[in-house]
């Protein structure tokens, strides 16, 4: 939940604010050709933060998440999935410790569900978790944007996934097509830090950001599509989201057949529709090479695309993304193309179960 405090800057700075989460700062299509070839910077308070505490709060974690939370450490963090005992994502976070605490960050609209789905498993281990408010998320990205940075955080995580904490604040690096960083600090720094930033770099809404994510190929789950896909199906083991070498935890046994046994049908792809309307998650996809009444794949997130359309990530199975018409919504919606991603998926589909 965005605070009073943070909430009465960024109005201040321009924001439109509807529900806790900024809509733009005034001229939305701008933002989104910006995103993609110049510097921005956005507000991430549209997601939220679960702190993970206690003696017992990697073990705990570790026998729920995907990942390897071992390998979480002040240097580095991960994405990582919490499944239902069918080997369903329930929910994606990307994980990273700040100070004692195992920080979750996840969309905001699956904050309460996950709590309770995690304090379920608790039982008698010495752990709590709690809905941080303490902290503002923010987002840094552009050609330039590491050389900026760097003028006002003397050392910067120079790898995907690792971390670097400084005065203050966690800077986190992302994937993107161009130099990408997620910002964790309390308001008073995180405003020094963007009013900083901001003499470069664009403030957009929350709509871009995740226009970011797409593009780099980052699922984002949300709550149309809770329970829905095995972790393999959104790229996780590609992403570094998967240990298959870490032993049990909830869903493991179905996420380990879908890894060794068989084949996976079914992968996240990125693709460009002829829309304009951004397509809501969970969204069928159609292919003209299968059965009229039958979707070939849902929508995993979508946003306007600088060049017109739509783009989005979706998964699909991997038959129809090799050849056929696909259609968004319908056998006569917008017609969708598929886009490489910043990383191979073919290479990635020879192992996995039949699902």
């Known amino acids: 939940m965005m605070s009073p405090e943070w909430q009465t800057f960024l109005?201040?700075?321009?924001?439109?604010?509807?529900?806790?989460?900024v809509m733009h700062f005034?001229?939305?299509s701008a933002e989104i050709q910006f995103s993609a070839t110049g510097e921005v910077i956005a507000d991430l308070s549209h997601r939220a933060l679960i702190a993970v505490r206690g003696i017992d709060a990697e073990k705990f974690l570790q026998g729920q998440l995907t990942g390897d939370i071992r390998a979480v450490d002040s240097t580095n963090s991960q994405l990582s999935a919490h499944c239902s005992p069918k080997g369903r994502v329930v929910a994606l976070f990307r994980v990273f410790r700040r100070d004692d605490t195992l920080y979750l960050a996840l969309p905001g609209a699956l904050l309460e569900s996950s709590l309770v789905r995690l304090r379920k498993y608790v039982l008698m281990s010495k752990v709590t978790l709690d809905a941080e408010s303490g902290l503002v998320q923010a987002g840094y990205a552009g050609v330039s944007a590491a050389q900026r940075l760097h003028e006002l955080i003397e050392k910067l995580p120079d790898e995907v996934n690792a971390?670097?904490?400084?005065?203050?604040?966690?800077?986190?690096?992302?994937?993107?097509?161009?130099?990408?960083?997620?910002?964790?600090g309390p308001p008073a720094a995180l405003k020094t830090l963007w009013t900083r930033l901001g003499v470069h770099a664009a403030p957009v809404g929350a709509g871009p950001w995740e226009l970011l994510d797409i593009l780099a190929g980052i699922p984002v789950l949300?709550?149309?599509?809770?329970?829905?896909?095995?972790?393999?199906?959104?790229?996780?083991d590609i992403l570094?989201?998967?240990?298959?070498?870490?032993?049990?935890?909830?869903?493991?046994?179905i996420v380990a057949r879908t890894h060794y046994l068989?084949?996976?049908?079914?992968?996240?792809?990125?693709?460009?529709?002829?829309?304009?309307?951004?397509?809501p998650p969970a969204t069928a996809i159609f292919s003209s090479a299968h059965r009229a009444d039958e979707g070939i794949g849902a929508v995993v997130a979508a946003q306007p695309a600088p060049q017109g359309g739509t783009v989005l990530l979706a998964v699909l199975q991997t038959e129809a993304a090799a050849g056929g018409e696909l259609r968004l919504g319908g056998n006569n919606g917008p017609l969708c193309t598929v886009q490489?991603?910043?990383?191979?998926?073919?290479?990635?589909?020879?192992?996995?179960a039949s699902l």
Do not use: W
């Open 262 to 279: 068989g084949r996976l049908k079914r992968r996240m792809y990125r693709l460009h529709c002829a829309s304009d309307d951004p397509a």
């Open 26 to 28: 005034g001229n939305p």
């Open 240 to 253: 570094g989201g998967i240990s298959f070498k870490k032993g049990c935890y909830t869903g493991q046994e």
């Open 340 to 352: 490489d991603l910043p990383y191979s998926v073919e290479a990635a589909s020879g192992a996995g």
């Open 163 to 184: 971390v670097v904490h400084s005065q203050g604040i966690t800077v986190i690096r992302l994937p993107g097509l161009h130099p990408r960083f997620e910002l964790i």
């Open 222 to 236: 949300h709550p149309e599509n809770v329970d829905s896909f095995v972790p393999q199906m959104l790229n996780l």
């Open 11 to 21: 109005q201040d700075a321009g924001a439109v604010v509807r529900d806790g989460r």
